[in-house]
């Protein structure tokens, strides 16, 4: 079952996570873009996860220069991880 506000179909949690990184990035189309928002505005916890994501990128921005690009690489690699919906877990480093 759809829901509508205006013409744009509402987007659950669902579809609307995985789209998060890339709506703080702008790289969503326009409507994709307007779902997301829309979700946004009543869904505390897709908020949360916009609330961390920001906060973790302008940490990261602030702190560009000094970390070192092992620990960057490991990083990058693990939001790709959960990005693609893949396993996070360390099973790959013995950890």
Same mark, same amino acid.
């Given at each position: 079952?759809? +829901?509508?506000? &205006?013409? #744009?179909?509402?987007? &659950? ?26 979700? +946004?505005? *009543? ?12 906060? #973790?990128?302008?940490? +990261? ?5 000094? #970390?070192?690009? *092992?620990? +960057? ?23």
């Amino acid at each position: 079952m759809k +829901l509508w506000r &205006g013409a #744009i179909a509402r987007m &659950g949690c669902m579809r609307t996570m995985p789209n998060l990184q890339s709506y703080l990035d702008g790289n969503l189309d326009e409507v994709t873009a307007r779902r997301v928002a829309t979700h +946004l505005e *009543d869904c505390r916890r897709c908020g949360l996860e916009v609330t961390v994501y920001t906060e #973790i990128k302008t940490a +990261l921005a602030e702190k560009r220069d000094s #970390i070192d690009p *092992d620990v +960057l690489d490991r990083l990058q690699h693990f939001a790709s991880q959960l990005a693609s919906g893949g396993d996070s877990g360390n099973s790959d480093n013995g950890a």
